[in-house]
């Protein structure tokens, strides 16, 4: 079974903090993506990584860095963190097709955060 | 422009209703492709479907199914027979060589008992 695990449902923190978000997954896919969902706006694409070290942007990048040095493992950063990256984040990955192009993505069970 | 839009932000209907969930993309390429999700409470999206858009048969799934029509760019979700355990919200995806898997604003379906 695909499986794709983050770090924690639940965060709290604190203007200015640097908050790392882990997702983890076990189906030696390729490609990892981070989301984020807001109410209306459906999933944002943060960054995607195709490779390990390799790292691209998406729609929303700002304010958000991620880093990939396994491949399994993607690690969403948020330098300092602010109240509008309040948010619901997704993670996801899926096995080799350019840019993503047609194959399907497996998402874990996401990481509510709240900036305080 | 938005690329995939789901009118319906939220849908209410009582168990065993049949409910229909929409789906509009814009899109000028000839191949792509087009997903539905479900993501129930528990915050997991779940994948539900993949279609390409040189197959425009339509899918039956137990009691999920599934209307692509290319001459209005929809491609429409129906449950039949609905169930409390449906209630999640649905999003529809469109997937474009040499861009990023784009999502539509998802419908919220409650079922009630």
């Known amino acids: 079974d695909v499986k794709v695990t983050q770090s924690s449902r639940y965060l709290v923190k604190r203007t200015g903090e640097k908050v790392f978000l882990e997702c983890v997954q076990d189906m030696d896919h390729e490609n990892m993506f981070w989301y984020r969902q807001d109410p209306g706006l459906g999933l944002r694409l943060i960054y995607f990584s195709y490779d390990v070290k390799m790292k691209e942007k998406g729609d929303i990048p700002e304010g958000y860095s991620v880093s990939r040095e396994k491949k399994e493992r993607f690690s969403l950063i948020l330098e300092s963190a602010s109240t509008n990256q309040t948010s619901m984040y997704l993670c996801?990955?899926?096995?080799?097709?350019?840019?993503?192009?047609?194959?399907?993505?497996?998402f874990g069970p996401g990481t509510r955060l709240t900036v305080l | 422009a938005q690329k995939v839009t789901q009118a319906q932000t939220e849908i209410s209907v009582v168990e065993k209703e049949d409910v229909t969930l929409d789906c509009v993309y814009e899109?000028?390429?000839?191949?792509?492709?087009l997903f539905w999700y479900k993501q129930p409470p528990s915050g997991e999206l779940v994948f539900l479907i993949r279609?390409?858009?040189?197959?425009?048969q339509n899918e039956i799934s137990g009691r999920y199914s599934w209307n692509f029509q290319k001459s209005t760019s929809s491609f429409n979700f129906t449950i039949t027979a609905s169930q409390v355990v449906d209630s999640a919200v649905y999003f529809c995806a469109l997937s474009e060589a040499g861009n990023m898997l784009t999502f539509g604003g998802g419908t919220r379906l409650m079922v009630k008992p």
């Open positions: 899109t000028r390429d000839t191949t792509y492709y």
């Open positions: 996801a990955s899926s096995s080799p097709g350019l840019a993503g192009f047609g194959v399907t993505q497996y």
């Open positions: 279609r390409n858009s040189f197959d425009e």
